[in-house]
T-cell receptor, first 111, second 113 residues
Framework: SQELEQSPQSLIVQEGKNLTINCTSS?????LYWYKQKYGEGLIFLMM?????EEKSHEKITAKLDEKKQQSSLHITASQPSHAGIYLC???????????FGAGTTVTVRA | ETGVTQTPRHLVMGMTNKKSLKCEQH?????MYWYKQSAKKPLELMFV???????ENNSVPSRFSPECPNSSHLFLHLHTLQPEDSALYLC????????????FGEGSRLTVL
């Protein structure tokens, strides 16, 4: 089974609407990282969360870490076409340097 | 100039061919990584190099052979591949090995016929 589960697998949202993506770990988290990928391209780092209850925002994207629930959420407010892509969460599952990744959530923004 | 550059972007090869993927980072980082991304699957870590020393070989078949001649360059040599090896191969770098902020290249799309 996957160590990091992302939900939903994909979603379609109308431009201007909000959306939320979840990332749940089956193991203790040692840092949670959000990345964005355009199809067939590399990943771009968005945000890093390290402490339970931590919340970070960048432009219209907000990420939160619920350490007790071993879960993180990524929320996009007033989505725009530029928000379309694949969002992946990565986390340190063991206390070494290795990152495990979720399978990704594909976001489509319709005009 | 992008931070992490991968070539070629696309590669089609037969199962008996030998080819190589190249990655170059211009960020002064000390750690470099190869990841494999297959459709609908999580990223799979293949190899990690730290200060030119291989520190991770994640049970990767021997038909994949990495090489790190210096801290800026990373190669993935391919030989006798199988069709199931078709995937997007991503190179990444980080300032130090214990880091979650990775800088990725745009990937090399490999198709094995």
């Amino acid at each position: 089974s996957q160590e990091l589960e992302q939900s939903p697998q994909s979603l379609i949202v109308q431009e201007g609407k909000n959306l939320t993506i979840n990332c749940t770990s089956s193991k203790t988290l040692y840092g949670l990282y959000w990345y964005k990928q355009k199809y067939g391209e590399g990943l771009i780092f968005l945000m890093m969360l390290q402490k339970g209850g931590e919340e970070k925002s960048h432009e219209k994207i907000t990420a939160k870490l619920d350490e007790k629930k071993q879960q993180s959420s990524l929320h996009i407010t007033a989505s725009q076409p530029s928000h379309a892509g694949i969002y992946l969460c990565g986390a340190g599952i063991s206390n070494d340097y290795k990152l495990s990744f979720g399978a990704g959530t594909t976001v489509t923004v319709r005009a | 100039e992008t931070g992490v550059t991968q070539t070629p972007r696309h590669l089609v090869m037969g199962m008996t061919n030998k080819k190589s993927l190249k990655c170059e980072q211009h960020l002064g980082h000390n750690a470099m990584y190869w990841y494999k991304q297959s459709a609908k699957k999580p990223l799979e870590l293949m190899f990690v190099y730290s200060l030119e020393e291989r520190v991770e070989n994640n049970s990767v078949p021997s038909r994949f052979s990495p090489e790190c001649p210096n801290s800026s360059h990373l190669f993935l040599h391919l030989h006798t591949l199988q069709p199931e090896d078709s995937a997007l191969y991503l190179c990444a770098s980080s300032q130090v090995r214990q880091a979650g902020e990775l800088f990725f290249g745009e990937g090399s799309r490999l198709t094995v016929l």
